[in-house]
Each structure stands twice: as C-alpha cells, then as structure tokens.
C-alpha cells in the first residue's frame, strides 16, 4: 500500500533531485525486413519502425505528463543492422543507405536515437560484419540520430583482436569524417553487450528478443546524493549501504511503473527495467558527487574503486527486489563528459584514463565518453578498447570504450558536445607504443572459468 508520505517523498526526488526516467526504449526485431535487394530492406525498415514506433513518443510524453515523472527519452533499438542487411549488402555504401532510412524513421517517429547498427564478432567476423564496420565513418557523418556499436569480445568465446584492431581504425576514422569528432560520440565497443540495453550508443535488439518489446532505463543519482548528504554523513558503512538500496528501490519502483504503463499502452511486452545512475550535465546530477558523499575528496583519490563498488552493489540489491526483471547495464555510469563532477575531477589532476579503467572493474559500462588529443594513434585506441574487453571478459561483466580523438584537440583543451553529452577536457594517453601487441591476429581465447558446460 501507497502512502501519502511516499507520494509526496516521489515528488520531491522529481522537482528537487533531478529523479527522471532517462529512456523508454522500443526494441524492434528487423529479421523479416531482410530482402536480396537493398531498396525492399530498407523499404521494409522505414515500414515496420514507423508502424510499431508510431506512438512511442506520444505515449511517453502521456506518462509523463499524467504521471508527473519526466521521460527524458524516447528511443528504438534494432537487430544488430549487419544481421539485417547480410543478404542483400555488398559493399560498405550498401550500409549506409541502412543507416539512412534507420536516421530517417527515426525522424518521422520524432525520437532523439535509434540504435542497433551493430555488428557482434566476439569471435570472428563474417563479411556482413567486416562490411557494416567499415561503413561507420560514412554512416555516421551521413546520420543525425543513429547510434553504432560493435560487440569485440565476451567471456564465453574470448576477444576478436582482428575486429579490435579494426575499430581502433574506425575510431581514427570517424573521428575526422564528422564535425567536433562526434561521430565517436555516437560509437561503442563493447565486450559482453547485453541483448536489451535501452541505453545509447549500446542499444540493439538481440536476436533471442521477441519480435517488439518495451524496456526502459531509470535514473537518480541527484536523489542518491540528496539523501546521503541528509542522512549519512559521519554514519556506518552499514548504514550507509542500507540508505543506498532502499533509495534504488524506490528509484527503481517508479521505473517500474512507467515501464508496465508504457507496454499497456503501446501493445508490446514489458521487457527490463535497466536501474543504471546515468548522470547529465544538470548540477546535482552526478555520479562524481556520490562519491564524494561517500567520503572522496576527489574522484580518482584512493578508495575511489572501493566507494565505487560499494555504489554499485548497493542500486543492483535495491533495484532487483523492485522488479522481477532487471536487465541491460544496471549500476553506476562514469561518463566523463556527461557528469559534471567527473569533468571537475579530470580538470584538478585528480582523475586520469588509468584510475578511470580501475573504476570500471567494479561498475556499469567502461571507459565512456573520453575525450583524447587528436594525434592519438589507431593503435593505442585498439590497445585502450583491448583492455576493456579484457576487464569485462574475465570479470563476466559487460564494459565499453566511447573514445573520442578530436581532431585538432590537444591535452588541456575542451570540447564542447551539446545537450545530454556534454563537454569534455582532453585527456592524456600513455606515449608508450602497443603496436606490435596490436599487430599480432587471431584472437584472445576465453578465460579458463567461461568453460562451464
């Protein structure tokens, strides 16, 4: 039972501390648009998204209107569009004309992204794969709204070095095709990506999905950091833990809500709550300043893992007795250029790529949304995403690498990305060589502990 204290407790988190729904995400299955002409697939893609999707934003604009939550998002994720098109494309520019109709529909159905032009190759690439890979830099520069990810590794086959050496080519790449190197900004690389992550650039509709389902992606961590400010300072780790989980339940419950009422409305299965603390740009939206509640001067002091680990561990125990089906990501995310506190943190000294990759170990998603010297090499990128993937594969867990070199940028210098992606200092990379590493083909084979059959 509901009572009026938790009513007007909700309100608060949503006109004081920034308590938002981030994304409600239609995943749409594009296997039966697949045709031996280019033309009838991407007929076929701009038919079924804006036949299913067609009211995605209204009713998200309903809920939050009638609920009093905010839908900050609405979004369509598809199967991995290297899947889609392994019939009838030939060349890379075959691709892109995917990648058009997808930036196309999305801007019919008035979303802000559609993601899933993607390839997985955690073990190898079919030249679907290799194809669709090549096409980003042009797809990108082509595309407002499309988001790109290619899953390089997980702990049940081991890293593709071949596919990681490439993307750090494709990073390079793209970086210099589009304005403010934000092409990058729109490209992930994943170990271990999950089949229903409503969350951008990650998001694609795996193949073991139903043929459309509705996932949504909460937020709060201004409502972490209200709360521990006003309750939990000088106090236990015990009691600190136990704040933390009940504030992601109730984070977590009005996800919930929002997520039943969204699938009622649309006709189209709830599929998972993703119970992440995305952070934006807004003061008081940080994930940075949790950590100094917790007791940081800075993130990047030590006990900055720990603390981290900590938070994480916590949202997912309160997030997972706040609905049956948790999903996507789920923990804490460290953007860099989207959390005001991290880019603070970068700009004092306290925070560098290394103490980040530490971070990661123990949190949600990876490396996100660093901004890098435009010189960096296709080389140090690879090896940068290669040990992310390692982290994520021995650690069964799903970690990512947004980089971004921008073009003409040096350490020290901003880049300026608007809206919810923010702005980012320019970040130092080690200046030693992993190019014969890099060289080397094949790829890592999984860790011992995969093999569980």
Do not use: W
Not at 35 to 49: E, H, P
Not at 110 to 116: A, Q, S, V
Not at 422 to 444: E, Q, T, W, Y
Request: hydrophobic share 40%.
């Amino acid at each position: 039972m509901i009572n009026i204290s938790e009513v007007i407790e909700t309100n608060r988190m949503i006109l004081e501390e920034n308590l938002d729904v981030r994304t409600i995400t239609m995943g749409v299955s594009l296997l039966d648009c697949a045709d031996a002409s280019v033309k009838k697939t991407c007929d076929n893609i701009y038919g079924k998204l804006t036949r299913l999707a067609k009211d995605l934003v209204k009713t998200g604009n309903d809920i939050g209107r009638e609920f009093g939550v905010p839908v900050v998002n609405k979004r369509v994720s598809i199967t991995p569009a290297a899947i889609v098109g392994s019939a009838c494309c030939k060349k890379p520019a075959d691709f892109v004309k995917i990648a058009k109709t997808l930036d196309r529909a999305a801007k019919t159905l008035g979303i802000n992204f559609i993601g899933g032009y993607s390839a997985i190759v955690s073990k190898g690439m079919t030249p679907a794969d290799e194809l669709l890979i090549r096409s980003i830099p042009e797809a990108m520069a082509a595309t407002e709204r499309v988001c790109s990810s290619v899953n390089v590794g997980s702990t049940k086959t081991g890293i593709d070095m071949d596919a990681v050496r490439l993307m750090g080519e494709i990073v390079k790449e793209t970086a210099k095709k589009t304005k403010n190197s934000i092409g990058c900004a729109k490209l992930v690389v994943l170990c271990n990506a999950p089949d229903d992550n409503p969350f951008m650039a990650g998001a694609f509709h795996g193949v073991s999905e139903s043929d459309a389902v509705v996932n949504v992606g909460v937020s709060g961590p201004g409502v972490v950091n209200h709360v521990l400010k006003n309750t939990c300072r000088g106090e236990s780790f015990e009691t600190l833990c136990e704040t933390i989980k009940r504030t992601a339940f109730k984070i977590t419950r009005v996800g919930q809500l929002v997520a039943q009422e969204a699938s009622r409305r649309l006709g189209v299965p709830f599929g998972i709550i993703d119970l992440s603390l995305a952070p934006t740009p807004a003061v008081g939206d940080s994930v940075a300043d949790i950590l100094k509640e917790i007791g940081l001067e800075q993130p990047g002091a030590p006990g900055t893992t720990a603390a981290l680990a900590l938070l994480n561990d916590q949202v997912k125990k309160g997030g997972v007795m706040a609905s049956s089906y948790v999903g996507g990501l789920s923990g804490a995310f460290i953007p860099v250029s989207e959390d005001q506190g991290m880019i603070d943190a970068v700009n004092a000294g306290a925070l560098t790529i290394e103490k980040l990759e530490a971070m990661t170990c123990v949190c949600s998603v990876g490396l996100d949304m660093i901004a890098v010297p435009g010189a960096t090499s296709a080389a140090t990128i690879s090896g940068i995403i290669a040990d992310e993937a390692a982290i994520g594969m021995v650690n069964q867990k799903t970690t990512a690498v947004r980089i971004i070199p921008v073009a003409g940028k040096k350490v020290g210098d901003t880049i300026e990305f608007g809206g919810l992606l923010g702005h980012a200092p320019v970040m130092p990379v080690s200046n030693f060589s992993c190019d014969r590493l890099i060289a080397r083909k094949g790829r890592i084979p999984a860790p011992i502990h995969s093999f569980k059959n």
